[in-house]
C-alpha cells in the first residue's frame, strides 16, 4: 500500500466561472451563500427574481439551487415555482442555536418576560454589524412586534444591539464604531456617533437600553445584556411593543422586569458581572 502526499497550498481554480477562487474565497461557494441568504429572508422567490435581485446569471442560479436542494438546503414549491429554504438548513440553523445552551436556558425566561410585561419578548446576539435573533416569546395581542429567528437589526436602532455595544469593550465599541453605517430609519434614529456615545454611557449607567421608535415609528424596546463565564455581553433580552402600550408610565417596571431576566440567564450561564456594571 502506497501513502500519497498532499500538497500543500490551495488547489488552483478555474479562470473566471462557478469553480474560481476570489480574493481567497471560492466564488461558487459565495455565490451559493448569496442565494441562500437571499431566499432564507423571502416568502419565496422564482429563479428569474432571484438571477435579478443578485445580478446573476439565470444559467448560474439554476445550477446552485439544484445543487442546494439535492442537499435539502433549499426546495421549490411545485406550483408556485418559488425557492425556499429546506430542512437542511433547518438543522444547521439548530446546530448553531445549540452550541451554547443558552436558547434553551432563556425560553421559561422569554415566555416569563411576555406574560410579565404583556409585550413580545426577544433574545439576541452580536452577529458582525448587526443584532441576530435568535428567540422569541410572542404576546397574544393583536398589534405587536414580531422578530422570527434569524431576523437581523442594526446595532445602533435596536434594544439589544444598543445593550451590547454600551457593553462592549473600549477598543471592540471604537472599531464597531468605525465600521457601522448609523443609516437613518426614523426620525429618532441616532446617526450622530457623539449622540450615540452619549446614550451608551446612560445605557450603562441605568442597566437597560431603550429603542424610542428608531427603528420603527410607533415601537419601542427595552432591553438589557447577557454576561458570558468571561464578563463579556454575549447577547441581549428585550421586551418590543407599540409605544401606545409601552407608555413612559410603565417604562420603570418594565425595565426592572428585563434587567431581572437578563440577571437571572447572565448568572446561569456563570457570568462574573451583572447588568448595569460598567
Not at 123 to 139: C, H, K, M, P, R
Not at 214 to 234: Q, V, Y
Not at 239 to 263: C, E, K, W
Request: glycine share 10%; hydrophobic share 40%; charged share 25%.
Amino acid at each position: 500500500m502506497s501513502l500519497q502526499t498532499r500538497k500543500r497550498g490551495r488547489p488552483r481554480g478555474r479562470a473566471g466561472g462557478l469553480g474560481a477562487e476570489d480574493s481567497g474565497g471560492i466564488r461558487a461557494l459565495d455565490r451559493a451563500l448569496d442565494i441562500l441568504d437571499l431566499i432564507a429572508t423571502s416568502n419565496g422567490l422564482t429563479l428569474t427574481e432571484i438571477a435579478q435581485r443578485l445580478d446573476m446569471a439565470p444559467s448560474t442560479v439554476h445550477r446552485v439551487l439544484v445543487t442546494l436542494a439535492a442537499r435539502g438546503v433549499a426546495e421549490s414549491d411545485g406550483q408556485s415555482q418559488a425557492w425556499h429554504v429546506g430542512p437542511t438548513a433547518f438543522r444547521h440553523g439548530s446546530a448553531f442555536m445549540r452550541r451554547s445552551g443558552l436558547v434553551e436556558r432563556a425560553r421559561p425566561l422569554l415566555r416569563r418576560l411576555m406574560e410579565q410585561t404583556g409585550e413580545t419578548a426577544n433574545l439576541g446576539i452580536l452577529n458582525g454589524d448587526a443584532v441576530l435573533f435568535l428567540s422569541q416569546a410572542e404576546t397574544h395581542e393583536t398589534i405587536r412586534a414580531f422578530f422570527p429567528p434569524g431576523t437581523r437589526s442594526a446595532l445602533h436602532a435596536s434594544g439589544i444591539g444598543k445593550a451590547l455595544l454600551a457593553h462592549a469593550r473600549p477598543a471592540d465599541l471604537k472599531r464597531m464604531l468605525r465600521e457601522l453605517t448609523l443609516e437613518r430609519f426614523t426620525d429618532m434614529t441616532l446617526t450622530d456617533p457623539q449622540a450615540l456615545l452619549e446614550d451608551l454611557a446612560r445605557i450603562r449607567v441605568r442597566g437597560y437600553s431603550l429603542d424610542n421608535e428608531e427603528r420603527t415609528p410607533g415601537m419601542r424596546c427595552i432591553a438589557a445584556p447577557i454576561f458570558d463565564l468571561a464578563g463579556e455581553a454575549a447577547a441581549g433580552i428585550s421586551v418590543s411593543g407599540p409605544t401606545l402600550r409601552m407608555s413612559d408610565a410603565r417604562l420603570a417596571a418594565m425595565s426592572d422586569a428585563v434587567i431581572a431576566a437578563a440577571r437571572e440567564l447572565s448568572l446561569g450561564m456563570a457570568a462574573r458581572r451583572e447588568p448595569g456594571e460598567s
